[in-house]
């Protein structure tokens, strides 16, 4: 099992930036792949980006590729989102969750475990 809690989230200008923090505790961080999603009012939630277990793979949303860059640390069982360049329709719920597979994976049913959200306003 492991438990996820984001933090970061808030309130930006267009052309701001964040960095979102997600903190896991349980089992040996270091052995899961780990991802970025968002979910817009009346949207579903969809990908933004993911990391390998030792951080040497990356993968984007096309949406937030060249903007967003994703990270971790694995010493600290903790994974990063930072942000810039943030327009009005990044305004979301980010989640990150967390997978056992090798690699890099984009498809929501493959993780297994989620965090609470954390809410993201990009102002015009």
């Known amino acids: 099992q492991v438990q996820l809690v984001e933090s970061g989230g808030g309130l930006v200008q267009a052309g701001g930036s964040l960095r979102l923090s997600c903190a896991a505790s349980g089992r040996i961080f270091s052995r899961y792949g780990m991802g970025w999603f968002r979910q817009a009012p009346g949207k579903e939630r969809e990908f933004v980006a993911a990391i390998s277990w030792s951080g040497g793979s990356t993968y984007y949303a096309d949406s937030v590729k060249g903007r967003f860059t994703i990270s971790r640390d694995n010493a600290k069982n903790t994974v990063f989102l930072q942000m810039n360049s943030l327009k009005p329709e990044d305004t979301a719920v980010y989640y990150c969750?967390?997978?056992?597979?090798?690699?890099?994976?984009?498809?929501?049913?493959?993780?297994?475990?989620w965090g609470q959200g954390t809410q993201v306003t990009v102002s015009s």
């Open positions: 969750a967390a997978h056992t597979m090798n690699g890099v994976v984009r498809i929501i049913t493959l993780y297994d475990y």
